[in-house]
């Protein structure tokens, strides 16, 4: 729940943040949040938060309904699948790998677009220097957000873990 | 049966949410090529509507902060600018009156008359209180909606020319598609050639204009407006000026480089035109239940 709404304040904070600031200079705190969520959800759950935080982001933005949100699933797979290797909890190897998402996303973006809507341009100097700026910034703030985010998220997992407990050996009745 | 699902339970989930955002974004493209836009109900804008008074929320203490300071350093000089700005109200007011004095007298006050109720439309102004949270879609979300009679497909301008259309409403909020969108597409014509052609978004925050060569006279610096052939624009709106042209070759079809008429980085306030083209009434006739004389869609969703 809390990073479901994290997610959610995510969007809202980078659609009041994007008045200000260059959009590409804002971070993509939603897309941090769905790779906080491949690191400490299981994998169903992390799924639907990680689907219902694209959707919002569709629903908040010019997308397509559902674009942001298949994107946003795949790259919570992919996290998964990394940090069985890559050891995602430490603060390097994690900023590198949200600048390798926050490019794959924005190429996927792009290649969706194409593919389901007609027009637009291909990969300009202006589209790659938007890529390159997010990639750095989400690169820089993951480490402490998602710092941040298993911070709150610990606390009440441990409660509902204790819960269950009581719960399994009948204590709590 | 129980032990196999239990163990295909994630892939059967990944599959289910991959084909439902797969059919969400096929229906919503056939949505937005028949109605050129969406509007949701209570129930499906509610993230619309919330979203509009938070973030206003949240970039109120930043306006707030910054007009503070813009007032202040305006108010430096500003006794002798408003003395200064008296007299010349006053001059400008008696030159209008003997202006009007004069139009009426020569009987073309009555053809301006007439021109203006071609060519106005009632407009709500709108105030911009977010900006697309992806940096790869050009939208910005308006604290006006349904409500206020916004519909989805209403075009949206400010003094300086077209800033897009309205794409999505909900009762009390609206997201419009700006111009710069890689979506975005408007019927064209330069002011000074008449010249015709398509003004494309390039998502970058420049915008193309697409004209054939063959008489296709295009200059940097032209004017570029709407030529109200699109069914989305009415015509003569400014929309940008032409900044480069490239050196014609051998294609038929030759896009010229345009700078917004807009400064879409300090864009505040926006007038939607509470206005639908004959083409848009149509697309959205069965939804509308009446159309009201000044052209004004009432929709009979709540």
């Known amino acids: 729940m809390i990073f479901l709404a994290a997610g959610l304040g995510s969007l809202l904070l980078q659609g009041a943040l994007s008045r200000y600031l260059p959009p590409a200079a804002v971070p993509d705190f939603a897309l941090l949040v769905v790779v ?7 994998a169903a759950r992390g799924m639907l938060v990680s689907t219902a935080i694209g959707f919002a982001a569709d629903w908040l933005s010019g997308a397509l309904l559902g674009q942001q949100a298949l994107l946003r699933l795949v790259i919570f797979g992919v996290t998964r699948a990394a940090n069985r290797r890559l050891h995602l909890r430490r603060p390097l190897p994690l900023g ?38 997010q990639a750095l910034a989400n690169a820089a703030c993951a480490p402490w957000l998602l710092r941040r985010l298993a911070h709150w998220a610990a606390p009440r997992a441990s409660f509902s873990r204790r819960v269950l407990k009581l719960v399994a050996t009948g204590r709590g009745a | 049966m129980r032990e196999l699902l239990a163990r295909i339970r994630v892939y059967l989930i990944f599959g289910v949410l991959l084909v ?15 109605r050129g836009g969406r509007d949701y109900s209570r129930w499906s804008g509610a993230l619309l509507e919330f ?15 910054l007009g503070l300071w813009d007032r202040y350093v305006a108010l430096v000089d500003v ?12 001059r400008l007011r008696e030159e209008a009156l003997q202006l009007r004095e004069a139009l009426v007298a020569s009987g073309r006050l009555q053809q301006i008359a007439e021109m203006r109720t071609a060519f106005e439309f009632p407009m709500l102004p709108a105030e911009v209180v977010g900006q697309d949270a992806s ?8 604290n006006r909606g349904r409500r206020q009679g916004v519909r989805a497909g209403m075009p949206v301008i400010n003094e300086e020319g077209v800033v897009g259309l309205v794409s999505a409403t909900s009762p009390r909020a609206a997201q419009v598609l700006l111009l710069l969108e890689r979506q975005s597409a408007i019927d064209a014509i330069v002011q000074r ?53 490239p050196e014609p070759g051998a294609s038929l079809l030759q896009t010229a480089q345009l700078k917004p008429a807009v400064d879409f980085g300090r864009l505040e306030q926006a007038f939607v035109l509470l206005w639908r083209s004959p083409t848009m009434e149509l697309i959205y006739a069965e939804e509308v239940g009446t159309v009201s004389e000044d052209g004004v869609g009432r929709s009979t969703t709540p």
């Open chain 2, 79 to 90: 006794k002798h600018e408003n003395e200064a700005l008296h007299h010349e109200v006053a």
């Open chain 1, 36 to 42: 906080g969520a491949g690191l400490h959800f299981t």
């Open chain 2, 20 to 34: 439902a955002c797969a059919v969400s974004m096929l229906i919503d493209r056939s949505a937005l090529r028949e």
């Open chain 1, 96 to 133: 590198i790998f949200a600048a390798a998402a926050t490019a794959a996303n924005g190429t996927l973006l792009l290649g969706l677009s194409h593919l389901f809507q007609s027009g637009g341009v291909g990969v300009t100097p202006e589209w790659m220097l938007t890529l390159a700026v």
């Open chain 2, 193 to 245: 050639s008449r010249s015709r052609g398509i003004v494309r978004g390039l998502g970058t925050g420049a915008l193309g204009f697409e004209f054939v060569v063959r008489g296709g006279d295009v200059r940097v610096g032209d004017v570029v407006i709407t030529s109200g052939r699109g069914g989305v624009y009415p015509k003569g709106l400014r929309i940008a000026e032409v900044s480069e042209v």
């Open chain 2, 135 to 142: 940096p790869w879609f050009r939208s910005i979300l308006i």
């Open chain 2, 51 to 65: 979203a509009a008074p938070v973030e206003r929320l949240l970039t109120a203490p930043v306006d707030f902060a």
